[in-house]
């Protein structure tokens, strides 16, 4: 794949913290209030794995008022940054309820799933763990799953290093299961 500009678009419910995510990753910064992004782009130029790439970050709101607008974005996406915050599960639910449909509408196109907020994580119930995560990354067909957080920047870079990666990489094969279906011989 050969692109000029690689446009990686950032969704998810709003107030998981996508716009914190990209000022950490831009501008190594943490925006301690919230205020919707209707839209947001920002252009770098970065080199990955010996190559040099000109990406496009696009921030995009996560309400329903902006339902039309997003879409908008996503017929030229190589990659979506799918998030979900670690300590409000329902942001978790709506990735499978909401965001993958809304996603794959249009065509197939790589997905890394993101955790955001990790510095929140507290190991309660309510929270959504490591394996949830991966398990739903195998579950919707994502290309990898980060976790992280803006506030610390941790595997902010990750994340968006994941995002190129997958650009260029394409919608993986859906995983099999691990185990046996019963119906060969191996044991």
Not at 28 to 53: A, C, V, W
Request: with cysteine; glycine share 4%; charged share 25%.
């Amino acid at each position: 794949m050969s692109h000029d500009m690689l446009n990686i678009v950032v969704v998810g419910d709003g107030t998981v913290g996508k716009t914190c995510l990209l000022h950490a990753y831009t501008d190594e910064s943490f925006k301690n209030f919230y205020q919707p992004t209707i839209y947001d782009k920002e252009s770098i130029e970065m080199t990955l794995d010996g190559q040099r790439h000109t990406i496009q970050l696009h921030d995009t709101a996560g309400q329903e008022d902006y339902d039309r607008i997003r879409q908008q974005f996503y017929k030229k996406a190589h990659c979506f940054m799918l998030c979900y915050s670690i300590d409000k599960r329902v942001t978790y639910e709506n990735i499978t309820s909401k965001w993958i449909p809304e996603l794959t509408a249009e065509k197939r196109i790589p997905i890394v799933l993101i955790a955001t907020k990790l510095d929140l994580r507290k190991d309660i119930n309510t929270e959504v763990s490591t394996a949830q995560g991966e398990r739903l990354k195998r579950t919707i067909n994502a290309n990898s799953f980060v976790e992280c957080s803006a506030k610390q920047n941790i595997n902010v870079k990750l994340a968006v290093e994941e995002a190129v990666r997958a650009c260029f990489q394409g919608v993986p094969e859906p995983e099999k299961e691990d185990r046996c279906c019963g119906l060969c011989s191996i044991s």
